[in-house]
């Protein structure tokens, strides 16, 4: 039935913490790796080793560079560049012009104030009232009334990819090999895996990540320790206006020192009134420098 | 998004199609009025050809369909969500439709249907006398425009593509398919000598072709006025201007594939003329000129449905064509 279940109690998914991923891609690997195996899979790809490898992943980690006004801004930044490309002169000549100061003292390259670079991992946000399932003809997309996650029954699927084009956050992808929709199951035969080690049964994308940017849990429950994060972080959904409610929430940056300002001398450590031998004597100048 | 073939192909024979049995119906309802007229018997054969035709767009549409599936084996599927699904509830109305068309076609070959309820007494089969009857020219009526209905609003209910998720789309698609059909029952009277209805039917031509035009060049209007603000796929926007410096792959995956396509838009302007002119005006100045000179008609019919096809084809490519999927501004699209 692709009518939606009630409002469900539990809502498993994940909370993405942006200000520490680094963008390694751990994740998605890990993600591909579990999935080809796993109940869900194979996730085969056409053309893996050539030219122009295609395939589907449920993960997909983008890198984006934030010119900021709000965070970190010193006053100096100024209004941020929009507009067409510039080439690299272009931009080094504009920074000794704009009020875009280098916040790193004394470097030939134009960095602006408060810009930041942040890496962007992008999955199912298991939808409370998700759209790909209603459109589905056939039945096969679903969403579970005891959990809340989105699945998709591969043996039911017609592969008419209507879900795929009713999804904003581009969570399904088509398996041309297969033939079908498929997408993040939030590892479902992980979470629920009594084969496994307790703490072995999370998402493969949690598991591998190591920076521990991914967490999850149940955001249905107000004091599950994902719910306290997105509480104390302020986690937010994405794409709140399009009314699908996504569960998964992303942790924004957190606000970033201003480096053009100089740093606080916090401790300094009092000089080395001890004479020393001339080795020694060279050695500390050259790590003073 | 992608403009596939099998797609546009489907949505146009099948919308013309539909148009058809809309005016097949239509044309059973006028029927009484027509017993008097000494071309009631072409009347019949008439709505029998465009019963026939309409039968053979449909089904070469929906087999079209049928090629875009991953798994096409599993189509039968696809009728069971009505609930909740606008394509399933196409996939029932389309085939519901098969039923009074069926029933109506075989009154026509079997002479049960012909100049109306008059006529229908005299068959002693009652399934005959039904399926002649008016009401089986209704339900097709309606349920060939049902199906048009559902048809389009698969598209209108998709929110993340704004060149979908409005109010000109259900509109165009029911006025394109009787406009089309109307060019298609042109060419039968044509190819059969009858013209019973051809004035009237020519009217409604040029009143369907300017309806169509005023349709998509507000739809057109709509697209190109920058609507409101794109969303914030990211909700980094808060931070700043977010700029996309790296992407998740080196190569083109199904998402970029199928909703970031580009080939060609910057031609959209030329091809909305090419639209309006030959799949719009064209039709009408050969329907002109079959009013003024009705001995013209016949070829004029042939061009007219050959422009307006050709021109309601392009305009089906540029619905997808033109048509932006949120999820590209994660790529770093500047509108969705």
């Not at chain 2, 969500?81 to 519901?96: D, F, I, M, P």
């Not at chain 2, 979908?164 to 059909?181: E, T």
Request: glycine letters at 10%; proline letters at 7%.
């Amino acid at each position: 039935m692709t009518t939606l279940p009630p409002p469900t109690a539990r809502k498993l998914g994940l909370v993405i913490d942006l200000d520490i991923c680094v963008g390694c891609h751990a994740c998605a690997v890990a993600c591909k790796e579990w999935n080809d195996g796993g109940s869900f899979g194979p996730l085969p790809d056409s053309d893996p080793y050539g030219a122009e490898p295609d395939g589907v992943w449920f993960n997909r980690i983008h890198s984006y560079e934030v010119q900021g006004f709000g965070i970190g801004d010193s006053g100096i930044a100024g209004k941020p560049r929009v507009g067409k490309r510039e080439s690299g002169i272009e931009k080094a000549g504009a920074a000794h012009k704009s009020p875009c100061a280098s916040s790193i003292p004394h470097s030939p390259l134009p960095i602006p104030v408060a810009t930041q670079t942040v890496h962007f991992p992008r999955s199912c946000l298991h939808c409370e009232t998700p759209a790909c399932v209603t459109v589905c003809p056939t039945g096969a997309s679903y969403k579970r009334a005891e959990d809340g996650i989105v699945l998709v029954d591969e043996d039911k699927c017609i592969g008419c990819q209507l879900c795929a084009w009713a999804c904003p956050y581009g969570a399904r992808e088509f398996s041309a090999k297969r033939g079908v929709m498929q997408k993040c199951t939030l590892c479902v035969d992980r979470i629920y895996n009594e084969t496994l080690e307790p703490a072995d049964r999370q998402p493969a994308c949690v598991k591998a990540c190591p920076t521990r940017a991914r967490h999850f849990g149940d955001l249905g429950d107000e004091n599950s320790n994902v719910s306290k994060l997105v509480a104390e972080r302020g986690g937010y959904a994405l794409m709140p206006e399009l009314g699908y409610q996504p569960v998964n929430r992303y942790l924004p940056p957190r606000p970033r020192r201003d480096a053009s300002q100089p740093k606080p001398t916090s401790h300094p450590e009092p000089p080395d009134e001890m004479p020393m031998p001339p080795l020694l004597r060279w050695i500390d100048r050259v790590l003073s420098r | 998004m992608r403009p596939t073939f099998s797609i546009i192909f489907f949505t146009v024979a099948s919308g013309a199609g539909y148009g058809l049995w809309i005016l097949s119906g239509w044309l059973s309802l006028l029927a009484p009025r027509l017993a008097d007229d000494r071309n009631a018997w072409a009347a019949t054969d008439l709505v029998g050809a465009a019963l026939c035709a309409g039968f053979l767009l449909v089904s070469a549409g929906l087999f079209s369909s049928l090629a875009h599936l991953g798994q096409p084996q599993r189509a039968w599927r696809a009728l069971s969500q009505w609930r909740s699904s606008w394509l399933s509830r196409e996939g029932v109305a389309a085939l519901l439709c098969y039923i009074p068309a069926g029933a109506m076609l075989l009154a026509c070959t079997l002479g049960g249907w012909a100049t109306g309820d008059a006529i229908d007494t005299r068959s002693s089969n009652w399934l005959l006398r039904m399926a002649g009857s008016r009401g089986a020219g209704g339900i097709l009526l309606l349920l060939a425009i049902v199906t048009l209905f559902c048809t389009a609003n698969i598209y209108a209910s998709l929110k993340p593509i704004r060149a979908w998720h409005n109010r000109f789309v259900v509109p165009a698609y029911l006025v394109l398919g009787i406009y089309s059909g109307a060019l298609w029952l042109w060419l039968l009277i044509g190819m059969m000598q009858a013209s019973t209805t051809s004035s009237s039917l020519l009217i409604g031509i040029c009143a369907a072709a300017l309806a169509a035009g005023v349709l998509k060049l507000a739809y057109w209007q709509f697209l190109d006025k920058p609507g409101a603000a794109a969303p914030d796929a990211t909700g980094l926007g808060a931070l700043g201007t977010v700029r996309s410096v790296e992407q998740p792959h080196t190569e083109e995956n199904y998402l970029t594939h199928e909703m970031g396509f580009r080939l060609a838009r910057k031609h959209a302007h030329k091809l909305r003329a090419l639209v309006l002119a030959f799949g719009f005006g064209m039709p009408t100045l050969l329907a002109v000129l079959a009013l003024a000179l009705p001995s013209a008609g016949a070829w004029a019919s042939w061009l007219a449905v050959l422009f307006g096809m050709g021109g309601i084809f392009i305009e089906r490519w540029l619905f997808f064509a033109e048509a932006k999927h949120a999820v590209m501004l994660f790529y770093g699209a500047r509108s969705g």
